[in-house]
T-cell receptor, first 111, second 114 residues
Framework: GEDVEQSLFLSVREGDSSVINCTYT??????LYWYKQEPGAGLQLLTY?????DMKQDQRLTVLLNKKDKHLSLRIADTQTGDSAIYFC???????????FGKGTMLLVSP | DTAVSQTPKYLVTQMGNDKSIKCEQN?????MYWYKQDSKKFLKIMFS???????INETVPNRFSPKSPDKAHLNLHINSLELGDSAVYFC?????????????FGPGTRLTVT
């Protein structure tokens, strides 16, 4: 079965870059996603990458995908206190329509 | 303007009761989902509906019964509530049910069973 793993916690200072890592097991993943959840709120789709891409950049966000190692990362440049939240990595694999989520990484940004 | 809305936002009830959570999306999407987030923030799919038809039913107790009166609505009815049902339930929708491209989530319903 599919499995998505993330480190549980990351602490950075405001202005630094944050890198949140994720590994997955299913090699037939088609899309990989990053969602953000602020306290008491729902999930907000930040960005996604298709499995035939290696990198995707969207303003302060950079997603890197290493298919060989089944490793996905999200880099947030110039991290702000408003970026403090839980970040979930998720995948969809071929023929299946629902998301499989990692357990989430709590990002804490200190001033 | 809310794309995916859920009611109620909070639900506190006693064991053994029956309750419903409603979900509506105004995005014109064909596919809707229910996810459960437990106390450790772990998110897991429960159900998926495409054009009012059930397409995915994960190993969820049959006390949980989703109902889709039309493709804009997917309600979740729970019978004989148990303590372990306490969680946050998220509804979501997407345009393409095959790839699941861009699933939009509702704000969640926090269910507390006492």
């Amino acid at each position: 079965g599919e499995d998505v793993e993330q480190s549980l916690f990351l602490s950075v200072r405001e202005g630094d870059s944050s890198v949140i890592n994720c590994t997955y097991t299913d090699s037939s993943s088609t899309y990989l996603y990053w969602y953000k959840q602020e306290p008491g709120a729902g999930l907000q789709l930040l960005t996604y990458i298709f499995s035939n891409m290696d990198m995707k950049q969207d303003q302060r966000l950079t997603v890197l995908l290493n298919k060989k190692d089944k490793h996905l990362s999200l880099r947030i440049a110039d991290t702000q206190t408003g970026d403090s939240a839980i970040y979930f990595c998720a995948e969809i694999y071929s023929g299946y329509s629902t998301l499989t989520f990692g357990k989430g990484t709590m990002l804490l940004v200190s001033p | 303007d809310t794309a995916v809305s859920q009611t109620p936002k909070y639900l506190v009830t006693q064991m053994g009761n029956d309750k419903s959570i409603k979900c509506e999306q105004n995005l014109g999407h064909d596919t809707m989902y229910w996810y459960k987030q437990d106390s450790k923030k772990f998110l897991k799919i429960m159900f998926s509906y495409n054009n009012k038809e059930l397409i995915i039913n994960e190993t969820v107790p049959n006390r949980f019964s989703p109902k889709s009166p039309d493709k804009a609505h997917l309600n979740l009815h729970i019978n004989s509530l148990e303590l372990g049902d306490s969680a946050v339930y998220f509804c979501a929708s997407s345009q393409d049910g095959v790839s699941g491209y861009e699933q939009y989530f509702g704000p969640g319903t926090r269910l507390t069973v006492t």
